[in-house]
């Protein structure tokens, strides 16, 4: 397969089609097939975030996205938010965030702290 940037949709899938079939060769990183699929992976990954960017998910998202990773409960959240009452109103938007909280939550719970700060 000929590599050349990917700048079309069609570029895209062709790429995204030679990428699924040398992932199901699984070839050694050392081999040219092996190369090919780094060089198609940091093509398609550069296409993907031009054309489909992801948008930072709001600080009540990035909050509870990481409660439900880590399996926490409301209780779980107060050394980091404060009493029951304050975390429930966080998280249903209506208390804001205060710098202790973000750095609380930043620290311990090791959210972003750029996504903390965003817009609520």
């Known amino acids: 397969m000929e590599i050349h940037p990917i700048r079309t ?19 050694a990183s ?7 699929l780094d060089i198609l992976s940091i093509l398609i990954e550069r296409y993907e975030a031009e054309h489909f960017p992801l948008k ?13 990773q880590a399996g926490l ?14 975390v429930y109103e966080v998280l249903a938007g209506k208390r804001a965030l ?4 973000i750095r609380r939550l930043h620290e311990g719970l090791r959210i972003p702290a ?3 700060i965003g817009a609520t």
Not at 17 to 25: C, G, K, N, R, T
């Open 9 to 27: 949709e069609a570029d895209y899938s062709a790429a995204l089609a030679a990428v699924s079939a040398l992932v199901d060769a699984d070839p």
């Open 30 to 36: 050392d081999t040219p097939e092996g190369e090919t």
């Open 56 to 68: 930072a998910p709001s600080p009540i998202e990035a909050i509870k996205f990481r409660m439900e």
């Open 73 to 86: 409960t409301v209780p779980d959240m107060q050394p980091y938010i404060g009493n029951t009452n304050r």
């Open 98 to 101: 205060s710098l202790a909280m």
């Open 114 to 116: 750029d996504v903390l």
